[in-house]
């Protein structure tokens, strides 16, 4: 028995300072309302959202390169949201906060990019954000850096600058549940396995981009990130 046409090629992300080494993707997890400064300026309640991302979605950033993100079809304000990604290298159902830190491989940087005006019709509505948080390519991730290289990651700088303005600024100790709690929660809706993502929340900046825009950001001690919008 054999595939009626070629299966995808695995995702994978690449891991920071082994040239060799790919991180396989499973599913990618993000986290909305993390950040309550974000929260506000989106009108928004603080208790987190959780949603998915199809895998395929995601653009793999080696570090030093620069990722071409195409601007959506059928949006006129998409939007950037910086944030940090964790990479689980094992996980479970209903575990504890402590479990899950030991599930952590290590850290990446990501961007989100958002249909926010899609987004925000969508949620005013009260059905799924597929088409304003689903978009093909809009989700840049750096090399994973591997959690024992970064250390603890309760006061991080998170930043992001368009075409070299700072838009987005905030510290990962802003974020209102830690990235083991996240994962524990997450844990007691979906059976966690190594090669998941999670996207944890964005602190407060996001705005719009257009077409030629460049973006540049960072977390401390995870990596750099760059981008351009086609």
Same mark, same amino acid.
């Given at each position: ?35 309550? /400064? ?18 395929d979605a995601v653009v793999p950033v ?35 906060? /402590? ?8 850290? /990446? ?28 390519? /809009? ?7 591997k959690a024992e290289d ?81």
């Amino acid at each position: 028995m054999g595939f009626i046409f070629a299966p995808p090629p695995q995702a994978v992300l690449p891991i920071a300072g082994e040239p060799e080494a790919l991180f396989p993707l499973r599913r990618v997890f993000l986290i909305g309302h993390n950040y309550a /400064a974000h929260n506000k300026e989106l009108g928004a309640p603080d208790d987190p959202v959780i949603f998915l991302k199809p895998v395929d979605a995601v653009v793999p950033v080696p570090e030093g390169q620069l990722a071409d993100i195409p601007y959506p079809p059928m949006s006129q304000n998409f939007q950037h949201e910086i944030e940090l990604v964790v990479a689980l290298r094992a996980g479970g159902r209903n575990i504890s906060e /402590a479990q899950a830190a030991e599930c952590i491989y290590g850290y /990446a940087v990501g961007i989100d990019f958002t249909r926010r005006d899609w987004h925000f019709t969508m949620r005013d509505k009260g059905q799924p954000w597929e088409k304003g948080k689903t978009c093909d390519a /809009a989700l840049p991730v750096t090399a994973v850096r591997k959690a024992e290289d970064v250390g603890s990651i309760e006061d991080l700088q998170i930043w992001l600058d368009v075409n070299g303005v700072r838009k987005q600024e905030g510290s990962t100790a802003q974020m209102m549940h830690s990235a083991a709690k996240l994962i524990a929660h997450l844990s007691t809706f979906w059976e966690l396995k190594a090669g998941d993502i999670v996207f944890t929340g964005t602190p407060k900046g996001v705005g719009p981009v257009q077409v030629g825009d460049v973006l540049q950001g960072g977390i401390d001690k995870v990596g750099s990130i760059y981008a351009r919008i086609i």
